[in-house]
């Protein structure tokens, strides 16, 4: 079997969680070293070191300013006739033959239009409404994305498949460097992410208060840690003691800030799939997060599960894992044995699997 790939994504400058995705599930292909020639196409010059070498792998590198996707890549395709393509990490072109696979990571600016400008989410739905009708099988990142898709795109649920991501375990390195680096306390609650409406911000804050009002003398304090988003609001922490907000953390000390945590508090309204859930286990961090779209399939019984609308319910959550060093130990460890079952050498398997029962 040939195997196209679109790796574009792969080669910009700061990598995205979907490009993440792309580069971590090529290079996982590569490595498990399949019965099947793959070619991967990019639309600017890897790095030599980028992906392990191969035999079985070519690249191509087909330069192109705009509408790379519709127009080079489009042309190789019709040129080479894989029987395979697979769009790991943008859409599928307008027109090219044969079969096709593309991953769908979530529906957010369909379940959550809100938290996307106008311009990006016309561009999201359109796009994503095309690939999964015109791919032949389509990868969701959760049972949760694939109900959506069916749920607002009509995709039949047999032509989809879900691949759980990779996640590795962040290195976690120097716990009090970091610490002195964002002047953050010795005890603090984290949020990890875009400072957007979708991450429940607002109500994350309004918890935290509420459960420093019920401790007056704990001096915990919450790090809303991440770049501002769109419809990023600063009334969202107004007034609120002991609420910091680092900015944007470089990756090579999120290890360390998840380690150094009392809790991740990741109550988002939507996740298509929530990497912070994972790497906070990978660390070591007990996890509060919602019962709703993908957590609980990430989470399992490894985490605490709150209702992302009820501030009551994730202050009481706070307060449990703050007063009980027995509950935060179990939640270490059921976390570390959950975290482990998603492993990219696992989700290229799976994607494999769904190649060959698509083309059989």
Same mark, same amino acid.
């Given at each position: 079997?040939? &195997?196209?790939?679109?790796? /574009? #994504?792969? $080669?910009? @400058?700061? !990598? *995205?969680?979907?490009?993440?995705y792309?580069? +971590?599930? %090529?290079?996982?292909?590569?490595?498990?070293?399949p019965?099947?020639?793959?070619?991967?196409?990019?639309?600017?010059?890897p790095?030599?070191?980028?992906?392990?070498?191969?035999?079985?792998?070519?690249?191509?590198?087909?330069?192109?300013?705009?509408?790379?996707?519709?127009?080079?890549?489009?042309?190789?395709?019709?040129?080479?006739?894989p029987?395979?393509?697979?769009?790991?990490?943008?859409?599928?072109?307008?027109?090219?033959?044969?079969s096709?696979?593309?991953?769908?990571?979530?529906?957010?600016?369909?379940?959550?239009?809100?938290a996307?400008?106008?311009?990006?989410?016309?561009?999201?739905?359109?796009t994503?409404?095309?690939?999964?009708?015109?791919?032949? &099988?389509?990868?969701?990142? /959760? #049972?949760? $994305?694939? @109900?959506d !898709? *069916?749920?607002?795109?009509?995709?039949?649920? +047999?032509k %989809?498949?879900?691949?759980?991501?990779?996640?590795?375990?962040?290195?976690?390195?120097?716990v009090?460097?970091?610490?002195?680096?964002?002047?953050?306390?010795?005890?603090?609650?984290?949020?990890?992410?875009?400072l957007?409406?979708?991450?429940?911000?607002a109500?994350?804050?309004?918890?935290?208060?509420?459960?420093?009002?019920?401790?007056?003398?704990?001096?915990?304090?919450?790090?809303?840690?991440?770049?501002?988003?769109?419809?990023?609001?600063?009334?969202?922490?107004?007034?609120?003691?002991?609420?910091?907000?680092?900015?944007?953390?470089?990756?090579?000390?999120?290890?360390?800030?998840?380690?150094g945590?009392?809790?991740?508090?990741?109550?988002?309204?939507?996740?298509?799939?929530?990497?912070?859930?994972?790497?906070?286990?990978?660390?070591?961090?007990?996890?509060?997060?919602?019962?709703?779209?993908?957590?609980?399939?990430?989470?399992?019984?490894?985490?605490?599960?709150?209702?992302?609308?009820?501030?009551?319910?994730?202050?009481?959550?706070?307060?449990?894992?703050?007063?009980?060093?027995?509950?935060?130990?179990?939640?270490?460890?059921?976390?570390?044995?959950?975290?482990?079952?998603?492993?990219w050498e696992?989700?290229?398997?799976?994607?494999l699997?769904?190649?060959?029962?698509?083309?059989?």
């Open positions: 079997m040939r &195997l196209a790939i679109d790796a /574009s #994504r792969t $080669t910009v @400058a700061r !990598l *995205t969680g979907t490009e993440h792309a580069v +971590e599930m %090529i290079r996982a292909l590569i490595r498990l070293q019965d099947l020639d793959i070619t991967l196409y990019f639309r600017d010059q790095p030599p070191d980028l992906l392990p070498p191969s035999e079985r792998v070519s690249q191509r590198v087909i330069p192109f300013a705009r509408l790379w996707t519709h127009v080079r890549f489009a042309a190789a395709l019709w040129r080479d006739r029987d395979w393509v697979w769009v790991p990490a943008h859409t599928l072109p307008a027109i090219f033959p044969g096709a696979a593309v991953t769908v990571h979530d529906l957010g600016y369909r379940v959550f239009p809100q996307h400008p106008p311009a990006q989410r016309l561009y999201l739905d359109l994503t409404r095309w690939s999964a009708a015109r791919a032949s &099988l389509v990868l969701a990142d /959760s #049972r949760a $994305t694939a @109900a !898709l *069916t749920r607002l795109y009509g995709t039949p649920a +047999e %989809i498949r879900v691949v759980y991501p990779g996640v590795a375990a962040p290195a976690v390195g120097d009090a460097a970091v610490r002195r680096k964002y002047h953050l306390p010795e005890h603090y609650f984290l949020f990890l992410g875009t957007q409406p979708r991450k429940n911000i109500r994350i804050a309004q918890a935290y208060r509420r459960w420093r009002a019920d401790r007056p003398g704990d001096p915990a304090a919450l790090v809303l840690a991440g770049g501002q988003g769109w419809l990023y609001d600063p009334a969202w922490t107004a007034g609120i003691d002991g609420v910091i907000l680092p900015g944007y953390v470089d990756d090579a000390d999120k290890g360390a800030l998840y380690a945590a009392l809790a991740l508090i990741f109550p988002s309204l939507y996740e298509g799939f929530g990497f912070p859930v994972l790497e906070a286990m990978h660390a070591g961090t007990p996890v509060i997060c919602s019962r709703t779209s993908s957590l609980p399939e990430l989470a399992g019984e490894a985490a605490l599960l709150v209702d992302p609308l009820d501030v009551e319910a994730i202050a009481a959550a706070m307060g449990q894992i703050a007063g009980d060093a027995g509950l935060r130990e179990s939640l270490r460890a059921k976390g570390f044995a959950q975290a482990r079952q998603f492993t696992a989700a290229a398997r799976s994607a699997a769904a190649f060959a029962e698509g083309k059989s």
